[in-house]
């Protein structure tokens, strides 16, 4: 890298398109640099609205995104699309939707795309969403889009993190409806009903509005329901003004302070496990790993009681080479 | 708890099955006395022989685990039956379908259901499925049957910490099999087409000996293609057969020892990871918690920064109280 940490922030302040890609790949792949460049960046971020946009695939989310992209650029907004795409937990990488969709977003320097895929290497959300919001936020981008498909532990978590998190339904989707049900009513701000130009849509959106007259919320919200047709742009305009509302409402509100503390609080905490953890096998020797394995086989000690006894050495210091 | 730890061993010892649910649940749930619990029961394990079976919902894997326990029963060999289910991030439980669901099984002593969530209130694995085979292997379990569903990465998680994997497919399944060549084929160790009386199962047949040949195992393994159809109990008998020739022809071989210490490897390191992150939690004060969160909004400190403090102060035992 032939520039320094700071030269590199100031890049992406800058919105140097090179920059934000090598800053998302280096923290993608867990990198020390990508690390200490969070930590430059972070003081200048908390201005970009997280839209987050969950639904069953096929619903056709990357066209909406891609169409509310168009709509906050006409309004000269800079805008970043996240699209989380599920990975194969063999091939690691994710699908490169980007390369190949979004064509009408191509060409313009007021809009940073991104896919990531939703799977780290050890398990569990290793290169967060967070992260490459961060460093979208800092690059200028004031609305950023984070996609992601389906309605999986993942995506709620994403969702969690989101400003305002928008749940696409289509008609037709038969029994998607109650894994619906089952919960993600609680975590959408708004409702659309994408392919609206197909019969069943009002259906679709009548039960949507029953749903939502059971169901309780923290805020005065009331999420609306409203109605696209993707392809064509028809209801976009709707949908940048509901979000728009729902952000200048929440300014002021003391429920919306209380849901970004919860999500700083989550993402911390998952910080702290991560962070705990890698620590922790960086200073363990291979050869204690390699012992304690040979007690489980031999069942001379339980795992648990050798977890236990791992984590003592390593606040004990001692590089968890005294295994016993 | 009425008696004591070593008498609770002792009454899953001799597989009572109210000390077998009380020890499931307790370890379901997190509490201390079903980790106790499994220290005593590990010395005693090891001699289960698990068998995960996965494939897509619909391919018949209940099914084929009920007749394939029939078919190990009338052996006499004591069946194990853990059915993963997946859960809805929300309620937080198992869909309980082992109380409808085989039926032909209920009434015998010598079969023992238990259906688990895929998912913990953390994230992750909680509630571990090596836990309770442990505990099934110690109340005298001989063969163990572990059925997922689905091939996310929870399942191959699963998978990879059977003795033997089989997987289901099914004719007429369509993309699936592009699903499945993206590395299923890496993991399982017995294929097995069910409804096997479909006009479309030796096609399938025929495509999953090509994928084989075209696949290269460590081990001296030729995974075999069998036919069943779940529902008359055809192929199940010859199902059994491969399962013990595989079971058999492991006992001496090196690369299977290889694969169990990696399994064992990778199950250390998971409890690593979650006793690290427990024993933090269990310090952390909660007003440390907020002030950090409360600098994050503040955009004063960065959440990276401030959880390698944590860590820091963890490992100096400070009660994580002296955050700066």
């Not at 109605?227 to 003391?254: H, I, S, W």
Request: with cysteine.
């Amino acid at each position: 890298m032939p520039e320094s940490l700071p030269e590199w922030a100031e890049e992406i302040f800058g919105g140097d398109r090179r920059a934000i890609a090598r800053a998302i790949s280096s923290v993608e792949n867990g990198e020390a640099a990508g690390l200490e460049l969070l930590k430059l960046l972070f003081p200048k971020t908390g201005q970009a609205y997280v839209v987050g946009v969950t639904g069953s695939p096929g619903a056709g989310k990357s066209t909406l995104v891609e169409k509310l992209a168009a709509d906050y650029r006409s309004a000269g907004v800079r805008v970043g699309i996240i699209a989380v795409d599920p990975t194969s937990p063999f091939s690691g990488g994710a699908i490169l939707g980007d390369r190949i969709r979004m064509q009408a977003l191509a060409g313009d320097e007021g809009v940073y795309i991104r896919s990531m895929a939703t799977r780290g290497h050890l398990g569990g959300l290793a290169p967060a969403v967070q992260d490459v919001v961060t460093i979208l936020d800092a690059a200028g981008c004031q609305v950023i889009l984070v996609e992601t498909v389906g309605v999986g532990q993942d995506e709620v978590d994403i969702a969690r993190h989101a400003d305002v998190t928008v749940l696409l339904l289509v008609p037709g989707m038969g029994d998607d409806v109650q894994t619906f049900k089952a919960g993600v009513m609680e975590i959408a701000d708004l409702y659309v009903v994408n392919k609206a130009d197909r019969p069943e849509a009002d259906r679709v959106e009548q039960e949507v509005a029953a749903m939502l007259s059971m169901s309780q919320r923290r805020d005065d919200w009331k999420p609306p329901v409203l109605k696209t047709v993707a392809t064509t742009g028809k209801g976009v305009g709707n949908l940048r003004e509901a979000l728009e509302r729902f952000r200048k409402v929440g300014q002021q509100d003391a429920h919306r302070l209380a849901r970004r503390r919860e999500q700083w609080r989550r993402r911390l905490l998952e910080l702290l496990r991560q962070s705990l953890f890698e620590t922790a096998l960086r200073e363990l020797d291979d050869a204690v790993l390699d012992a304690c394995v040979e007690d489980i086989l031999a069942r001379q000690c339980d795992p648990h009681t050798l977890a236990e006894q791992l984590v003592r050495d390593f606040r004990r210091g001692k590089g968890m080479a005294g295994k016993r």
